[in-house]
């Protein structure tokens, strides 16, 4: 499976913003999906992950009740809905795909990734 990320731009702190990822190729519905992020000087930090039957999710401590993950597998994307922006959201978003995997946190667990889109939050 091939990853486009999509979506990102400049926001206000306190904005909201929905990151897309679309996946080319037959087998979607078999891949857990994840989003990461990498700021300037950091490494790349889990953010969320969705299961490949969509029934169980993860979130990182940083984005819980502001950001939601979700998919639609009839339209081989999925989705980072983003509330509540703070300027330390400010990252390059990317997607990442596991073959029938867990919603893993580790970066080290999926095999495809997409090539990132940059969210800018300004204070």
């Known amino acids: 499976v091939q990853l486009q990320a999509s979506g990102g731009g400049l926001v206000q702190a306190g904005d909201s913003l929905r990151l897309s990822c679309a996946a080319s190729?037959?087998?979607?519905?078999?891949?857990?999906m994840g989003w990461f992020r990498q700021a300037p000087g950091k490494e790349r930090e889990f953010v969320a992950a969705?299961?490949?039957?969509?029934?169980?999710?993860n979130y990182a401590d940083s984005v819980k009740g502001r950001f939601t993950i979700s998919r639609d597998n009839d339209k081989n994307t999925v989705y980072l809905q983003m509330n509540s922006l703070k300027p330390e959201d400010t990252a390059v978003y990317y997607c990442?795909?596991?073959?029938?995997?867990?919603?893993?946190?580790?970066?080290?667990?999926?095999?495809?990734w997409g090539q990132g889109t940059l969210v800018t939050v300004s204070s």
């Open positions: 969705i299961s490949w039957r969509s029934n169980t999710t």
């Open positions: 190729g037959r087998s979607f519905t078999r891949y857990t």
């Open positions: 990442a795909a596991d073959w029938f995997g867990s919603v893993y946190s580790d970066r080290r667990e999926y095999d495809r």
